[in-house]
């Protein structure tokens, strides 16, 4: 089974500072789907990049960018140019490639920015 | 910008009695989740829909919850007889394909007293 790993229940930053948030997952698959989610308080939960296990480049997203290490089974979000509206609970989640599989989620970090 | 609808957005109940939630997938996904969100964790898959069939119902406690769609379009989740510990967060979410992004509805607060 897979899982997902989010080490910092917590993290804080600067409005206009770069955060980077940690995940870390455990699989024997060789071809799967990473995905960062964001949730704000009392809104739902948005993608915010995905990233494919085949593709070698990170993914990014305007101000979002992610550091895949495969070998490593790492897949960090760095969040550039932090803004108020990125306070939010994030959530690193996984899903294996072929068939009907679900999204494994991690357990979140809260992320407050601060002005 | 569609949208992954949900109602109720909040419920009280009483232990022991029946609750159930709805959910109206963006048009034309044909695959539908029903997760549940405790507390402090993230969403645990409960039920994955395949146009109207169940693909997936292996965490589902299938002897006070049940999942229908029907028509292969919008689908309620059912819970009955409620119990304490099932006071959660349970967030709908769709996609258009089984391997696609999955977009999630805005969820539906459980409280049981």
């Known amino acids: 089974a897979q899982t997902v790993t989010q080490s910092q229940p917590e993290m804080s930053v600067q409005e206009a500072e770069t955060v980077t948030l940690s995940c870390t997952y455990d699989?024997?698959?060789?071809?799967?789907?990473l995905f960062w989610y964001k949730q704000p308080p009392s809104r739902q939960m948005i993608l915010v990049i995905r990233?494919?296990?085949?593709?070698?480049q990170n993914a990014t997203e305007n101000r979002f960018s992610v550091n895949f290490q495969k070998a490593a089974k790492s897949f960090s979000l760095k969040i550039s140019d932090s803004q108020l509206g990125d306070t939010a609970m994030y959530f690193c989640?996984?899903?294996?490639?072929?068939?009907?599989?679900?999204?494994?989620f991690g357990k979140g970090t809260r992320l407050s920015v601060i002005a | 910008e569609a949208e992954v609808a949900q109602s109720p957005r909040y419920k009280i109940t009483e232990k022991s009695q029946a609750v159930a939630f709805w959910c109206d997938p963006i048009?034309?996904?044909?695959?539908l989740y029903w997760y549940r969100q405790i507390l402090g964790q993230g969403p645990e898959l409960l039920v994955q829909?395949?146009?109207?069939?169940?693909?997936?119902d292996s965490q589902l406690p299938k002897d006070r919850f049940s999942a229908e769609r029907l028509k292969g379009v919008d689908s309620t989740l059912k819970i009955q007889p409620a119990e304490l510990g099932d006071s959660a967060m349970y967030l709908c979410?769709?996609?258009?394909?089984?391997?696609?992004?999955?977009?999630f509805g805005p969820g539906t607060r459980l409280l049981v007293l």
């Open positions: 979410a769709s996609s258009f394909h089984y391997q696609e992004t999955q977009y």
């Open positions: 699989t024997s698959e060789s071809n799967y789907y």
């Open positions: 990233q494919e296990a085949y593709k070698q």
């Open positions: 989640a996984f899903m294996k490639h072929g068939g009907n599989t679900p999204l494994v």
């Open positions: 048009s034309g996904h044909a695959t």
């Open positions: 829909f395949q146009d109207e069939s169940v693909v997936d």
